[in-house]
C-alpha cells in the first residue's frame, strides 16, 4: 500500500541547537554584576542604577532543560534554536516570552473504536494504539497548529484508511485480511502514520492494533458463517485423512495375501469404512450373519 501525499506547510522549519552558555558561569557572572551595582549605588549612583538594570535583564536569560525536554527559543518571530540538553543554561534573555517547552519523552495514543465499512463492504469496529515521541521540535511547533491534536487526527484518519484497505477475514486464500495477516496490516499503519507524521516531526515508534471485530448488526451473522467455514474446513481434514488410511488397509491386504477381494468386496469395504472414519458419531456395530450375496 503506498503512503498517502501529505500536504506540507507553506514554510518548513528544522531544528538546529541553541547558542547558550552554561548556567553555572552565567549565574557567577550576574551575581558579580548584581553586587557591583550595589556598590556603585554608593559611589555613583547612576552607575549603579545601569549595571543592576543590565543585571536583572541578563537573569532573564536563565532556563533548566529537565530530562527528556526541549526548551525551543524564538526572538522577535524568528526560531534561533532548541535547547536539548538537561541542566542549567543561559540565553539570549530577550527570548524569555517566547520559549516554547516540548516534551521528547514517549508518549502513547489510544484511539477509540472506529465504526468503518472494510473492503469487502462490511461494517466492522477497529481500534488502534499509537507510541510515538517528538524528533523535531520546530517541525512541531512552527508547521502544525497543534501537533498533539495532529497526532490524535492523523492516527484515527489512518486507521480508517487501513480499514477500507483490507476485508475482515480472508475468505480469499490469496487474500491479505485485518485478521489474517497482523504483520502486514501493521506495517502497511506504520508506514501511513509516519508518513502522515513527518511533517510535525513526529517518529511513530510503534502501532498496534487493540480492538477487531465485526459491527454488533452483523456479528451473529457472521460468527455462523465462520461456523460453517470451520465445519467445512474439518470435514475435508476428515475426509483426507480417511482416505489415506483407506488406501493403506488395501494396501496391506494387498500386500499380506490374508483375504483376496474382488473389486464389489473392496468398494463395500472402502464405503464401510468411509462412513465409520468420517461420521460424526461412533459407529453402531452390526453382526453380519450372512454374506455379501445374500
Not at 517518529?203 to 465485526?214: G, M, N
Not at 451473522?221 to 465445519?231: K, S, T, Y
Request: proline fraction near 5%.
Amino acid at each position: 500500500m503506498n503512503a498517502p501525499e501529505i500536504l506540507a506547510p507553506r514554510q518548513t522549519h528544522s531544528q538546529q541547537p541553541a547558542r547558550a552558555v552554561g548556567g553555572a558561569p552565567a549565574a557567577a557572572v550576574a551575581l558579580v554584576a548584581i553586587v557591583l551595582g550595589i556598590v556603585l549605588l554608593f559611589v555613583v549612583v547612576l552607575a549603579g542604577v545601569v549595571v543592576l538594570v543590565l543585571a536583572a535583564i541578563a537573569c532573564l536569560g536563565f532556563v533548566i532543560v529537565q530530562p527528556n525536554e526541549s526548551s525551543v527559543l524564538i526572538l522577535f518571530g524568528r526560531y534561533i534554536g532548541t535547547l536539548t540538553q538537561p541542566g542549567p543554561w543561559w540565553v539570549n534573555p530577550f527570548t524569555r516570552f517566547w520559549r516554547v517547552t516540548v516534551s521528547l519523552r514517549v508518549r502513547n495514543f489510544q484511539s477509540e473504536r472506529i465504526k468503518v465499512n472494510d473492503a469487502s463492504g462490511n461494517p466492522i469496529e477497529i481500534a488502534a494504539v499509537v507510541v510515538w515521541r517528538v524528533t523535531d521540535t520546530a517541525r512541531a511547533i512552527f508547521d502544525v497548529e497543534d501537533f498533539e491534536q495532529f497526532v490524535v487526527v492523523q492516527s484515527e484518519t489512518a486507521v480508517r484508511h487501513l480499514a477500507t484497505m483490507y476485508p475482515y477475514d480472508d475468505y480469499n486464500a490469496s487474500a491479505v485480511s485485518l485478521r489474517g495477516n497482523a504483520d502486514e496490516v501493521l506495517h502497511s499503519l506504520h508506514a501511513e502514520l509516519q508518513a502522515r507524521l513527518q511533517t510535525a516531526g513526529i517518529d511513530v515508534l510503534e502501532t498496534r492494533l487493540t480492538h477487531l471485530a465485526y459491527a454488533p448488526e452483523i456479528a451473529e451473522v457472521m460468527l455462523r458463517r465462520q461456523q460453517a467455514e470451520a465445519i467445512l474446513a474439518a470435514r475435508r481434514t476428515m475426509v483426507a485423512g480417511a482416505v489415506g488410511i483407506v488406501q493403506m488397509a488395501l494396501a496391506d491386504l494387498a500386500d499380506s495375501d490374508l483375504v483376496d477381494l474382488d473389486p464389489e468386496r473392496k468398494a463395500a469395504m472402502i464405503s464401510n469404512l468411509m462412513v465409520v472414519l468420517s461420521g460424526d458419531h461412533a459407529p453402531t456395530p452390526v453382526l453380519n450373519t450372512g454374506s455379501l450375496y445374500t
